[in-house]
């Protein structure tokens, strides 16, 4: 495994099991940026504040976990790409009530950019809307 994949799922498995900015920033240059074209997470710009969000969302999804099923690296434009499936259950507060106790099975794609050695951009590629139905909170 490269030196660059090998940081990337670093910087993954500690943005998708909740450990925030303070464990993931470790990977990242000052001031990565972040961008998806989902209403969710519309307003986030940069990667604190994603790692953050991801942090938050395992309150109320506390069994939240990922399903990874590719991750890749493209050496020539210094990119990897992880494909994944989130899964969990609303049993815990926030969101935007009560727990409904509905389950999520959310597909994702993150093309983490690289600059060096470190990641300078993420773009998250996630169909938000039917998550939130899946858990009842549209």
Known sequence: MSDTLEKAMNFFDACETG???????????PGATFSAQAG??????????????MKNLLTPIPDGRYELKSFSEDES????????????????????????GKTIEADYVY?????GDLIKHLTKIWNDTISLEQLGWV
């Open 40 to 53: 969710a997470i519309a307003d986030i710009n940069d990667l604190e504040g994603y790692t953050e969000w």
């Open 77 to 100: 434009r210094q990119c990897v790409t992880a494909f994944a499936v989130f899964h969990g259950t609303q049993t815990g507060p926030g969101g935007p009530g009560e727990p409904t």
């Open 19 to 29: 450990k925030g900015w303070e464990a993931c920033k470790l990977y990242c240059h």
């Open 111 to 115: 093309a983490i950019q690289f600059e």
